[in-house]
């Protein structure tokens, strides 16, 4: 199976600042990365699709870049909303070894 | 609106059996790859199963093939999850969730999940 690395599992960030975050898979992936947001209680939202493809109605300050092992979510400039846990989920291989990296939780600094 | 809207969860005994339902508005649903992802208390999101849109390819994750059966009836809108010979480690929230697409290399993100329905296994 694929394993998903996040880095760092979590950070502590104020508004404005520019965050980034990464996901390493364990093998090559092409650009089969996604990442979603998830506030506490509430489903998973798609933020980008196949490594930097922004999800429509998501904010622009979401971006995604990478390809191969390692990708990065960067949010240009973070927002009161924004302060969420981050899953990368790779997509490449069969459908029953998707994988889900473990997270990257955003929190208030 | 899009929404996918799961019920079916609860209580239930360690080797005892719940229906997940999961009904879908608002978009084709015919047209769509469905799938089930779960998540444990505090912790990760894991894929499940998958069904495509005609129910000719099914997929399980090895933590539930041989006990858990996917289903949709695309008459319905509806998508299924029958879950067998649970497990204490089966408790999780459930989410349904909709495929946005998928290429000859791979697949595109989850574009459509459901509020999540709870199933807890506990004697």
């Known amino acids: 199976d694929i394993q998903m690395t996040q880095s760092p599992s979590s950070l502590s960030a104020s508004v404005g600042d520019r965050v980034t975050m990464t996901c390493r898979a364990s093998q090559s992936i092409s650009s089969y990365l996604n990442w979603y947001q998830q506030k506490p209680g509430k489903a998973p939202n798609l933020l980008i699709y196949t490594a930097s493809s922004l999800q429509s109605g998501v904010p622009s300050r979401f971006s995604g870049s990478g390809s191969g092992t390692d990708f990065t979510l960067t949010i240009s400039s973070l927002q009161p909303e924004d302060f969420a846990t981050y899953y990368c989920?790779?997509?490449?291989?069969?459908?029953?070894?998707?994988?889900f990296g473990q997270g990257t939780k955003v929190e208030i600094k | 609106e899009v929404q996918l809207v799961e019920s079916g969860g609860g209580l239930v005994q360690p080797g005892g059996s719940l229906r997940l339902s999961c009904a879908a508005s608002?978009?084709?649903?015919?047209?769509?790859?469905m799938n089930w992802v779960r998540q444990a208390p505090g912790k990760g999101l894991e894929c499940i199963s998958y069904i495509s849109s005609s129910s000719s390819t099914i997929y399980y994750a090895d933590s539930v093939k041989g006990r858990f059966t996917i289903s949709r009836d695309n008459a319905k809108n509806s998508l299924y999850l029958q879950m067998n010979s649970l497990r204490v480690e089966d408790t999780a929230v459930y989410y349904c969730?909709?495929?946005?697409?998928?290429?000859?290399?791979?697949?595109?993100?989850?574009?459509?999940w459901g509020q999540g329905t709870t199933v807890t296994v506990s004697s």
């Open positions: 969730a909709r495929l946005s697409g998928s290429t000859a290399e791979g697949y595109y993100g989850m574009d459509v």
């Open positions: 608002g978009f084709t649903f015919s047209s769509y790859t």
């Open positions: 989920q790779q997509s490449y291989s069969n459908p029953r070894e998707w994988t």
